[in-house]
């Protein structure tokens, strides 16, 4: 099955840095690779996306890289605001078009400080 | 359009009870997830269902838990003679019909055994 690592498991940034989280993939099956966000004691919701045809997609202050060769992907966020601050989650899937099962990775504490 | 309701929002058990955790998937959508999260842990895949099938349970302990998503009403995660490692935060998700690799979760259960 599929295995997903996700790096680091908590960053602190000021606010105005850029954060970066790293996920790896072990499935090269996987073509659709997704990142969640979860606020304290709230349900993870989708931030970006990005399909194994793509290189690269961009969402205001969010990016997603996909090196799909190399099997890792990222998630760049710019000028941090403390909102920001959650839990970050990367998955990987399959999509075959009937299903898709969703890996996540252990996920990133990411902490904006002022 | 309500998103995806779970309820209770918390469900407090003694061990050796049984605990019965709800979803009710976003309206139009037919594909239901069931993941569970472990404090300080990523989301594990239990299960798949769609109307009145399980497509894959393969993430799913062998013994204690089920899972059901009848043709009326919400769908039914069940574990019996609960023990207290089943303590944790368990979230549902639904997906539509027509793309079915987008999730949208719910708020999630927190399961207590004492």
């Known amino acids: 099955g599929e295995n997903v690592e996700q790096h680091p498991s908590t960053l602190s940034v000021q606010e105005g840095d850029s954060a970066v989280i790293k996920c790896t993939y072990s499935d090269s099956a996987s073509n659709y690779f997704p990142w969640y966000k979860q606020e304290l004691g709230k349900r993870p919701q989708l931030i970006i996306d990005?399909?194994?045809?793509?290189g690269e997609k961009k969402d205001q202050r969010i990016a997603v890289t996909l090196n799909k060769t190399a099997k890792h992907f990222s998630l760049h966020i710019t000028e941090t605001q403390p909102e920001d601050s959650a839990v970050y989650f990367c998955a990987a899937s399959p999509y075959t078009g009937t299903a898709s099962k969703l890996t996540f990775g252990t996920g990133t504490r990411l902490q904006v400080t002022l | 359009n309500a998103g995806v309701m779970q309820n209770p929002r918390h469900l407090v058990r003694r061990r050796g009870q049984e605990a019965r955790l709800r979803c009710s998937p976003m309206k139009g959508h037919s594909h239901v997830y069931w993941y569970r999260q472990l404090p300080e842990e990523g989301l594990k895949f239990m299960v798949y269902?769609?109307?009145?099938?399980?497509?894959?349970e393969s993430g799913m302990p062998k013994e204690r838990f089920s899972a059901e998503f009848p043709k009326e009403g919400p769908s039914i995660l069940r574990i019996q003679q609960v023990v207290r490692g089943d303590s944790a935060a368990y979230f549902c998700?639904?997906?539509?019909?027509?793309?079915?690799?987008?999730?949208?979760f719910g708020s999630g259960t927190q399961l207590s055994v004492l």
């Open positions: 269902l769609q109307k009145e099938n399980i497509i894959d």
């Open positions: 990005i399909r194994s045809n793509v």
């Open positions: 998700a639904s997906s539509p019909q027509q793309t079915n690799e987008k999730l949208f």
